[in-house]
């Protein structure tokens, strides 16, 4: 069983800045890619930041330069740093990684509960 818990959601003013976090946990190989996606209301989901094992980072274009996506991969967490937030952030954030459980077979993807981001301007 693997689950990945969010923390780290709430409210905020447009300019002000939360940090988002995701730990991992259950029995596993190693984690692959970790990344960040929103849902806002009435819109589809987006991918809003990716991490590999490795570092190497990617971001949407609309919160380059404001959001930071990083990785403890010690603690199995992966963090989202969110900066000048501005009210169309507001979204349902949910952390994904891709978890390998067996040697024998590829990772899956994993899919946290969410956590509600509210941004006022």
């Known amino acids: 069983q693997v689950q990945l818990v969010e923390s780290g959601g709430g409210l905020v003013q447009a300019g002000g800045s939360l940090r988002l976090s995701c730990v991992a946990s259950?029995?596993?190989?190693?984690?692959?890619?970790m990344g960040w996606y929103r849902r806002a209301p009435g819109k589809q989901r987006e991918l809003v930041a990716t991490?590999?094992?490795?570092?190497?980072?990617n971001y949407v274009d609309s919160v380059k330069g404001r959001f930071t996506i990083s990785r403890d991969n010690a603690k199995n967490t992966v963090y989202l740093q969110m900066s000048s937030l501005k009210p169309e952030d507001t979204a349902v954030y949910y952390c994904?990684?891709?978890?390998?459980?067996?040697?024998?077979?590829?990772?899956?993807?994993?899919w946290g509960q969410g956590t509600q981001v509210n941004v006022s301007s």
């Open positions: 259950g029995s596993f190989i190693r984690i692959n890619a």
């Open positions: 994904n990684a891709n978890i390998k459980r067996l040697l024998v077979l590829p990772g899956s993807d994993y």
């Open positions: 991490a590999t094992s490795g570092g190497s980072t």
